[in-house]
């Protein structure tokens, strides 16, 4: 519940016999592009609008080792001059990546402490692309801040504490921090509508069937051991993240839209048929 940081419903794995490990609240995880809207909130924060342009082109970084690091896009192609909100919806490696150069990553990293990150992130030009660890919850939760337009809300997960005699002992108090101003929030939203609408997720949320307005993102690590959709209504923030215990491969063409998006859809069709939109 993006309003209260409430958590509705929550899976660690899929057989608690099998392993008692959650790897919705204990593993760290590379988030994938499901960060680049993180990145895109910190340029709008600092006077970038959607129509912003930015160039997706490679780029070439030194590194300690004496190699260079040279990202790519997903399909191997660069595309030249686009908008910000282009380069969110088609989710352009080297638009986050220029963007993030152009910001700074000090910027970026106090962007995602203040969506609610609290694992390391070293401040290397990858972290645009979500190379550093995160929780999955607190990912998830980050999304709050979109959702109820700029105020995100920590998650919780005990409703009270009560006594043999039902007596209230103890009740978690909602914790909420203003992440963005509700104008800047609408600018993100309507970029992450796109995802949805024409972008990366239009295959397996709207072309789905799940025509209520939501927004979201697409995640895929760069070798195919993580895939993540994030998405969210107005009422409600969801989360998929799928990999193997011991990183690898999860398949040939391991896509965020592919695979994660579609269980995301068929929870959320099932929750709104079930309560109004």
Do not use: C
Request: hydrophobic content about 40%.
């Amino acid at each position: 519940d993006p309003r209260s940081g409430a958590v509705r419903a929550l899976i660690g794995g899929r057989n608690f016999d099998d392993s008692k490990f959650n790897r919705a609240t204990q593993a760290l995880r590379q988030p994938g592009s499901t960060f680049k809207p993180i990145v895109y909130a910190a340029a709008i924060q600092n006077g970038r609008p959607p129509s912003y342009i930015i160039n997706d082109a490679p780029v070439s970084v030194p590194q300690l080792d004496g190699t260079n690091w040279e990202p790519k896009n997903y399909d191997e192609e660069f595309h030249g001059p686009m908008t910000m909100r282009q380069g969110l919806y088609q989710s352009r490696n080297l638009v986050a990546v220029n963007m993030g150069m152009e910001l700074g990553e000090p910027t970026i990293i106090d962007e995602a402490r203040k969506f609610g990150l609290t694992s390391p992130i070293p401040p290397y030009p990858a972290i645009t692309l979500g190379s550093a660890d995160v929780y999955p919850i607190e990912m998830v939760a980050s999304y709050s801040a979109f959702a109820t337009l700029g105020v995100r809300a920590s998650p919780i997960g005990i409703l009270k504490v009560e006594n043999a005699r039902g007596e209230v002992l103890w009740e978690p108090t909602p914790v909420r921090a203003q992440v963005l101003s509700p104008e800047e929030a609408w600018l993100m939203v309507d970029m992450m509508k796109d995802v949805v609408q024409r972008g990366t997720a239009w295959g397996s949320v709207w072309n789905a069937g799940f025509r209520i307005p939501s927004g979201g993102k697409t995640g895929t690590t760069n070798d195919g051991t993580d895939v993540w959709y994030i998405g969210y209504t107005a009422d409600l923030v969801a989360g998929v993240w799928m990999g193997l215990d011991q990183p690898q491969r999860i398949k040939t063409n391991a896509q965020g839209g592919i695979l994660a998006a579609p269980p995301w859809t068929t929870f959320m069709k099932g929750v709104y048929s079930r309560k109004p939109a």
